[in-house]
């Protein structure tokens, strides 16, 4: 069984599959109804207008509706696109037990406990016919698939069918109290000892398939004139509540209240399969009418699964694909599309379902074939294809046959078997005799080919590469559980393919990218290109080699790619059919070759083909080809967020003045304002009416005659603010006193004055302030408040050198053109229609005085607010320097990737990540690889490894900081940088742990400790250069373990003053942990000491003599030791300890208590301290970062662990 699909629930009492959507329905006991995607795993709606139990419900073939049936005796039409019921059709007395639709007609057929069974017209609403007959509960009524027929089985223990042809002629209602002729009884079938639960018939033959309390399940044929019992299938323990044909096969699915589904052979009669539930009871079955799904509901849910897998075995070399199709092994030929039989398989004997061929091996030399299969536990066939018989399908060839669970080829006249019982590789001939026997490393489940005398191995969590000569692991890597390989043409990249994931690598295993799905991935090819094609349930879609994916078609069933030519994809599908699909392959070519830089190519697609789409637009900007999105719309908003993205100022102005909105204007300012061209910004300013900030440009780019007019424009407006700045910009004195005395600021105005030595001003307001006249401070150097002189007065700013981009000028006419040939260039005039007048609110000499301003600077159109000084090159008369004007334009070039961020993309090493900032995916892997969940300790570490790897640079004072990547080894002028430079090192944490040593031999136990403690916080931060080094930081981390958690039960041994047994007990356990010498004999003294003043003589003549062992050199140490061992010999033990030498054990990290050998345990993944089983879940006490007992890859702390 492949379980596809199972929810949990209340007990399901009836299934029904969507003919077309990947839907089923679920009546549930609670009355609930629920409509599940079991593709997709989601609950898409739920229904619960019923009162009771819903016992029956069946989707509409044709029609957005359903059908169900309720234990409150009404029957209901739902629509499932409105969301509701229809109408309730109302008539039955009792539980109404099964409903169906007919498959033509618009009938619905139910049963009920009430002993009747009622065909509805479900268009008008009204009931057909009632058909009685039987004399207890009718638990099933059915409608035959094609013929006028109705199946009921009851608990009378009878089954009838009946004839509705009649009904069909008639159509109409009848009245009779007890029924009429509309519908009779055919056959009466009795056999069952005890109630029949359910009766369906088969979808094709005069047979009929019946499950009863009798623990039965029997088979009844019938024909024009009678009908009997076939035979009967025994095998379930307990009441059978539901039998059907497979609609595909020729099996029998029948459950049970004894938990079990169980596959009947209907042609053998024999069980072939069963399926057991630990605790639930099956109810009902459904099975898929154009798939091969099976549905069941249990007590606690339902399951959607499949007997066996679809996917057809087939192997490809060169124009020739062998595939098995029914029972025969076929050839199809690309070039001509042909398919033809090969050889007659010979199938063995055997108990289970049709074998069905998982692998196949296809040797062109030899011209043999190897089929693999789950027969037996696994098997393999080994046939060789006569050259005669191409064509010839009833040809049988002799084979030969092993067991394995795994074959394919490896040489021209070897093949591999993987024998799983001894974990060994069996090279083998063409006469299948054993030539080698290799044993495997590694527990390995699936072999694979992988070039000539190699094997791909699958374990659990990686694969690797097997050298058969060399018997040695050439490569491996860690991946999910691969489920197929698929190599490239040329054999340089492999396909990982797992169920939701494709992984893809070198031919040396290093990995490239990863890419995931939310559904199944089915198959997959590559291309001449190098592009990998895969399926999906319901796309075709490709994986280019940096990992970026797209859909090039959807598809109504799931096919298997066996070959991808050019624009042609050739496939299977689940019936053994070839298929041709024909594709545009124009998308992925256009995105391999700006990923490859064949610029060639991309102008070439560009010209000639119809590349378009919001994805495609989004594509390029995410990947920094905003120019080239730029020749794909010719909607103007977006373009000018191209042009600007692009860094392309002419087209962002041609596209603004489209558009001409205030914000437009604003956002090509900024952008004008960054790359340093002072025109445009001034017209960006003018249109949008900033006079702000166009006083301030003039300011910075020294242009002090607009800088006047500006003054004189805020004059018109009456802005005050407006004038004062621009006096204080032109460094105008007398202007700022006219505007301070103007509005009534007097004070201020005699202030400006007087420090500015303006006497006769400020004499004249003094005069005028009287006794107001405010002090001026005293002794104080005094400074005229000056504008600042600009470095560069007028024109652009210089610009940054860069080449003109790639597509500059090539692309020019493809799409929109920016400029017409007959429109003024642009930045010619840039002020032709400013109207700087707000002529509202204005008195008409203002309006006059601005008036003949404007008449001033119309009368010289060269003056004023020309662009003088905009570097622009020279205008000639000629029609090609016209239609190219932009293309003399530069790009201001793309910003390239940090160095950070290759950093990222280049390392799984978590220190890496945190070097460059990439906090959450450095928690991410220490979280994978060591269980850390507790982060708050490493946070300052984080930090410091951040700060650590970066250089800050300090240009000069209006400059921000920059911050500058610090990488460790690498090349300046290389094209490739090294990792960063990290400012935790091995050697630092070796002089902390000696450190640690002398705080521990001098009783510092706090300030050991927090040393020990603060190696294991560092060491998730480490990275070390080789494989030597990384032994050496796992075997550093187990020391400090072992001293963190002894000073940690020191520590508590001082808390604990009244319990001094407990203090005993934690003394004895320090003197079995692996410390250094001297330490070791400091806690075997303590441990005599201790044992000696409780009144354990024995104990602590045990450790006194320990202590003589390690011949000891300190000599107050071994006069007490000798003094407790004579005054202790011949005594007893006063206290019970929890302490037994005998038995070895280890301390447990929270209690500390011992746990004995043989007793289970939980460990710490990153510092593998053991813990007794209820700590499983909590925090480790030692290392206080991981999760005690969670799931973890390991430390990996050096490149060379990755490689």
Known sequence: MLTKFETKSNRVKGLSFHCKRPWILASLHSGVIQMWDYRM?????????????????????????????????????????????????????????????????????????????????????????????????????????????????????????????????????????????????????????????????????????????????????????????????????????????????DIIVSNSEDRSIRIWDATKRTCVQTFWREHDRFWILASHPEKNLLAAGHDNGLIVFKLE?????????????????????????????????????????????????????????????????????????????????????????????????????????????????????????LKNEIVKRIVLPVIV???????????????????????????????????????????????????LLCKHSIGIASKKLVHQCILCETVRIKSGAWDENGVFIYTTLNHIKYCLPNGDSGIIRTLDAPVYITKVSRDNIYCLDRDGKNHAIVIDATEYLFKLSLLKKRYDLVMGMIRSSNLCGQAMIAYLKQKGFAEIALHFVKNERTRFNLALESGNIQIAVAAAKEIDEKDYWYQLGI?????????????????????????????????????????????????????FHNAIYLGDIRERIKILENTGHLSLAYATAAVHGIRDKAESLAAELGDNVPSLPTGKTLSLLKPPSPILCGGDWPLLRVMRGIFAGGLDNVGRNVQEEDEEPAGADWGEDLEFLDVENMSNADINLALEDEEKIEENEAGGWELEDLDLPPMTDTSEASSHANSSVFIAPTPGMPLTQIWTQKTSLAAEHTAAGNFHV???????????KNFAPLRPLFLELNMGSQSYLHAFSSAPVISVALSRGGNELASVRGPPALVFKFSQLVEKLKAGYKAFSMKKLPEASQLFLSILHTIPLIVVDSRREVDEVKELITKVKIYVLGLKMELKKMEMKDNPVRQQELATYLTLFDLLLNHSRIALVNATVACYKAGNFSAATSFARRYFETNPTIESQIKICRQILKASEKKTDANQLNYDFRNPFVVCGATYEPIYEGQKDVSCPYCSSKFVPSQKGQLCSVCELAEIGSDASGLLCSSSQIR
């Open 922 to 932: 450095a928690m991410h892997l220490l979280n994978r690889q060591l269980g850390i």
């Open 309 to 429: 897998r679809e996917r057809p075995a087939f192997s490809v070399s060169g124009d020739y694909m062998f595939h098995v199709k029914d029972r025969f092994l076929r050839c199809y030929k690309f070039s001509t599309q042909t398919d033809g039989q090969v050889i007659l398989i010979r199938r063995p004997a055997t108990t289970s379902l049709t074998p069905v061929a998982r692998r196949l091996s296809y040797n062109p030399t030899e011209n043999a074939v190897l089929i693999c299969s789950d027969v037996d536990g696994g098997s393999y066939e080994l046939y060789t294809i006569p050259k005669e018989s191409y064509g010839m399908g009833e040809m049988i060839q002799e084979v030969k046959r092993g067991m394995g669970g795994s074959a394919v080829f490896v040489a021209r006249n070897r093949f591999a078997v993987l024998d799983k019982s001894c974990n060994q590789v069996l090279l083998k001939n």
């Open 671 to 723: 952008e004008a304002l960054r790359q340093g061209n002072a025109g445009i910004v001034e017209y960006a300013y003018q249109r949008t009416r900033n006079f702000e900030r166009l006083s301030f440009l003039y300011l910075v780019t020294g242009n002090l005659d607009k800088l006047s007019k500006m003054l004189k424009i805020a004059e018109v407006k009456n802005d005050v603010m407006g004038q």
């Open 445 to 495: 489940d699936v072999i694979f080919y992988a070039g000539t005398g190699s094997l791909l191995c699958r374990t659990d969590d990686r694969v690797f590469i097997f050298d058969l000569q060399q018997r040695i692991i050439l490569a491996e890597l860690q991946t999910l559980f691969v489920r197929d390989v698929v190599w490239s043409n040329d054999m340089e990249n492999v396909a």
């Open 41 to 249: 795993g989601t609950l898409v709606d739920r229904f619960d207008e019923h009162d009771g139990p819903v016992r029956s419900v069946q989707f509409h073939r044709s029609q957005p509706l359903f059908v169900s049936g309720s234990d409150d005796y009404k029957i209901k039409v739902w629509n499932y696109k409105l969301h509701r019921c229809l109408f309730t059709l109302t008539g039955h007395l009792d539980y109404v037990r099964t409903v169906e639709f007919h498959q033509e007609y618009p009938w619905i057929v139910s049963a009920s406990d009430d002993q009747s069974i009622r065909i509805w017209n479900w268009q008008s609403r009204t009931c057909l016919s009632v058909l009685t007959g039987h004399n207890h509960y009718v638990m099933c009524a059915l409608f035959h698939p094609i013929d006028d027929l109705i199946v009921s089985a009851s608990l009378d223990q009878t089954i009838r069918v009946w004839d509705i042809m009649r009904l069909k002629q008639l159509g109409r209602m009848n009245n009779d109290l007890f029924g009429g002729f509309d519908a009779v009884v055919k056959y009466v079938l009795e056999g069952h000892d005890r109630g029949v639960n359910w009766a369906s018939f088969h979808p094709t033959l005069p047979l009929i398939v019946s499950a009863a309390d009798d623990h039965q399940v029997k088979i009844w044929r019938m024909n024009d004139s009678k009908a009997w019992e076939v035979d009967t299938l025994r095998g379930h323990i307990n009441n059978v509540s539901c039998a059907i044909f497979h609609a595909r096969q």
